[in-house]
DNA sequence: ACACTACATCAAATTTTCTGATGGAGTTAA
DNA sequence: TTAACTCCATCAGAAAATTTGATGTAGTGT
């Protein structure tokens, strides 16, 4: 035989109102009822609650711990019930959100933070993944919103561009090519670049990331390229956002690269067309937009 | 209508069993007491938690929330039925403790935060007094176990000696006391006397503790009393333990008083030799012994 | 001593929950 | 494609849990 809560609830009345039989009125029953569910509750736990020695029945210590206990449980028990308030208000139930990881972190963190601050019941499942990774989760049915740096278009998807994100080219300063002027292809190609893995399969991109030199080194995620970079490892592209203490430190410096050293991808926040957002997806946009837009 | 645990365990063995039928089975009900069940949580939630439109039941995202939640709910439910296994095993459910301010704090909290580690239900409920106080609250039948450092003796009690701990009459370096030597109680008297506050109403001590000045601050407890000494406000004695850094770096100095400027309490571990105490009661008297005797 | 309050207890009424049988719909495998 | 099967809903009646209303015992207060 398990704990059921209709036995806590009559025992916090009885506590709360001070007697069976005004705790027996206020829950619309009788006192006899009462007097039942309390010692059901004392047979299933095997312990007296009340001690009826007196005139006016009293907690017994175990009785006030149960009191405590049970009426925490309460609570929760209601919280759950509330849940569902709010879920037909339009709150989804849940929300999975694939980020690509050269995203700075703390924007969308901070927003994500301040969800939890407002007590958005929405529970909201981050995934980090990087360049065609991210819309490969997005697409597999995941996750109902994206933020990625490079996508392939799709006329099902609802589009949000967002702030450039600025990526430079760097190396250790202590480095050989942070030495060199104007650098030309070549040059890079004879040195060990540095690019995180591309977390999908198909690795359908390419184009400008890489250099195509002999030696590539394929790190997990940017703090573990940027750690590599430090040691002087190789060179590398690098979200502005991800080194600024190492650029005013000196300890990473762009280089000087005849193809340029610099680039902007555009961040972009999608989710699919046809099937509508929640509230704390809508709201996240609006929040995102207004942060990073 | 208010929530039941019932309708959330036939949903938990419906999901974790993978369907209706094996879950009656689990429960040993049949099947349509399983529907049943169901059909009357989603009815109180308002919501559908399965999807039946393909050929099982598909949880569906409220559903997996609710169950999540339910789960959690269960688990405490759990808990709290086995609160008063542990309470017929010994543990008593509350433990009132008083304790003189003067005793070393750490030695204490360590001892209570290894209760906590190995999750002993008991709840300890900490009361600081000072001198007679501590006595005046457990008599008040408050708490069942006190550790004073003075107390009017009784036959009822239990009795159990601590290592001594030592006392010092100290000012600050800067106090003009602190350049005398060999002080007459005379000199001691002209001059300002912190000491705290006896926190009982009857303030039946006395004795050597205070030096009858004229003018004695009291202080509320022994961190005042401790700001209050640096500052130069007065002489006054502190546990030796509590003020071991001001005495290294010379903040306080030690009074060369002729009645003496070092005093040893033995600290007292009581308990009513009527009224027998829980196994987390015994378990506390052996730990102080061991660390404090 | 008298009226009153607090809680227990018991049989009967009522409500909730379960059972067992049945049925529709999708699945599997020959 | 059919036959056998699984999944779940539904329904009426059975069983169990809960509540009621009446009554009883004991302590309180005046």
Redesign the interface.
């Known amino acids: 035989m398990?704990?059921?809560?209709?036995s806590l609830?009559v025992l916090s009345a009885v506590v709360s109102e001070g007697g069976f039989a005004k705790a027996a009125e206020k829950l619309n029953k009788t006192q006899s009822a009462v007097s039942y569910q309390i010692q059901k509750l004392e047979q299933?736990?095997?312990?007296d609650l009340f001690d009826r020695s007196a005139y006016r029945a009293e907690l017994t210590?175990?009785g006030?711990?149960?009191l405590t206990?049970?009426e925490?449980?309460l609570q929760?028990?209601?919280?759950?019930?509330h849940?569902?308030d709010q879920?037909?208000a339009g709150w989804?139930?849940?929300l999975e959100l694939v980020v690509d990881g050269m995203m700075p972190s703390k924007v969308l963190l901070s927003v994500l933070k301040e969800m939890v601050n407002l007590n958005i019941p929405t529970?909201v499942q981050l995934r980090v993944e990087y360049l065609g990774g991210v819309q490969q989760r997005f697409e597999r049915g995941d996750a109902e919103l994206m933020l990625a740096l490079a996508y392939e278009p799709s006329n099902r998807y609802v589009v949000n561009a967002l702030k450039p994100v600025e990526t430079l080219l760097v190396v250790a300063a202590d480095h050989a090519l942070a030495r060199v002027n104007n650098i030309t292809l070549d040059t890079l190609q004879q040195h060990v670049e540095l690019t995180v893995h591309d977390s999908s399969y198909l690795k359908a991109h390419g184009g400008w990331q890489t250099f195509g030199g002999e030696r590539v080194f394929y790190l997990s995620d940017f703090r573990a390229k940027r750690e590599a970079l430090t040691m002087g490892l190789g060179y590398g592209w690098m979200p502005m956002t991800m080194i600024q203490d190492e650029l005013d430190s000196k300890q990473l410096v762009e280089l000087d690269y005849q193809g340029g050293s610099r680039h902007q991808y555009t961040p972009v926040l999608i989710n699919r067309r046809d099937q509508a957002l929640g509230r704390a997806g809508q709201w996240l946009i609006e929040r995102l937009l207004e942060r990073f837009g």
Chains 1, 2 share one sequence.
């Not at 299933?44 to 312990?47: C, K, P, V």
């Not at 929760?76 to 019930?81: D, G, I, K, P, R």
């Open positions: 398990a704990l059921d809560l209709e609830r299933r736990l095997g312990a210590p175990v006030e711990r149960i206990e049970g925490r449980l929760q028990a209601e919280h759950v019930s849940l569902v879920f037909s989804e139930p849940r529970h």
